[in-house]
């Protein structure tokens, strides 16, 4: 199964996209697809082959050419604004 997303850094490039299917214990880069170009949203995929049905969790973070990668907790913001942490998405796999 393809996996695809989106990444996109304020100031600077992404360098790569890490995904995790475990709680973030193992970390796998994704390809990086589209431009490059500044302030752009970039995609990313990854193919995925789940062991089994189920419920599946992902976990997903980015890093940028400066070496800044996404904390698993974000600092709070009581606004919202800038938010900066690791996203998390769950999805159904049918057998």
């Known amino acids: 199964m393809l996996i695809e997303g989106r990444a996109w850094v304020g100031e600077g490039d992404i360098e ?3 995904l995790s299917f475990n709680e973030g ?3 796998q880069r994704a ?3 589209s431009g490059g170009d500044r302030y752009a949203w970039r995609v990313f995929s990854i193919e995925y082959a789940p062991r089994s049905a189920g419920y ?5 973070r980015a890093t940028d050419t400066r070496g800044n990668t996404q904390p698993i907790v974000a600092p709070w913001n009581p606004l919202g604004y800038f938010w900066n942490g690791i996203h998390r998405v769950g999805f159904m796999v049918e057998a």
Do not use: R
């Open 16 to 18: 790569k996209v890490e």
């Open 25 to 27: 214990a193992l970390w």
């Open 31 to 33: 390809a990086m697809h």
């Open 56 to 60: 599946i969790t992902v976990l997903a």
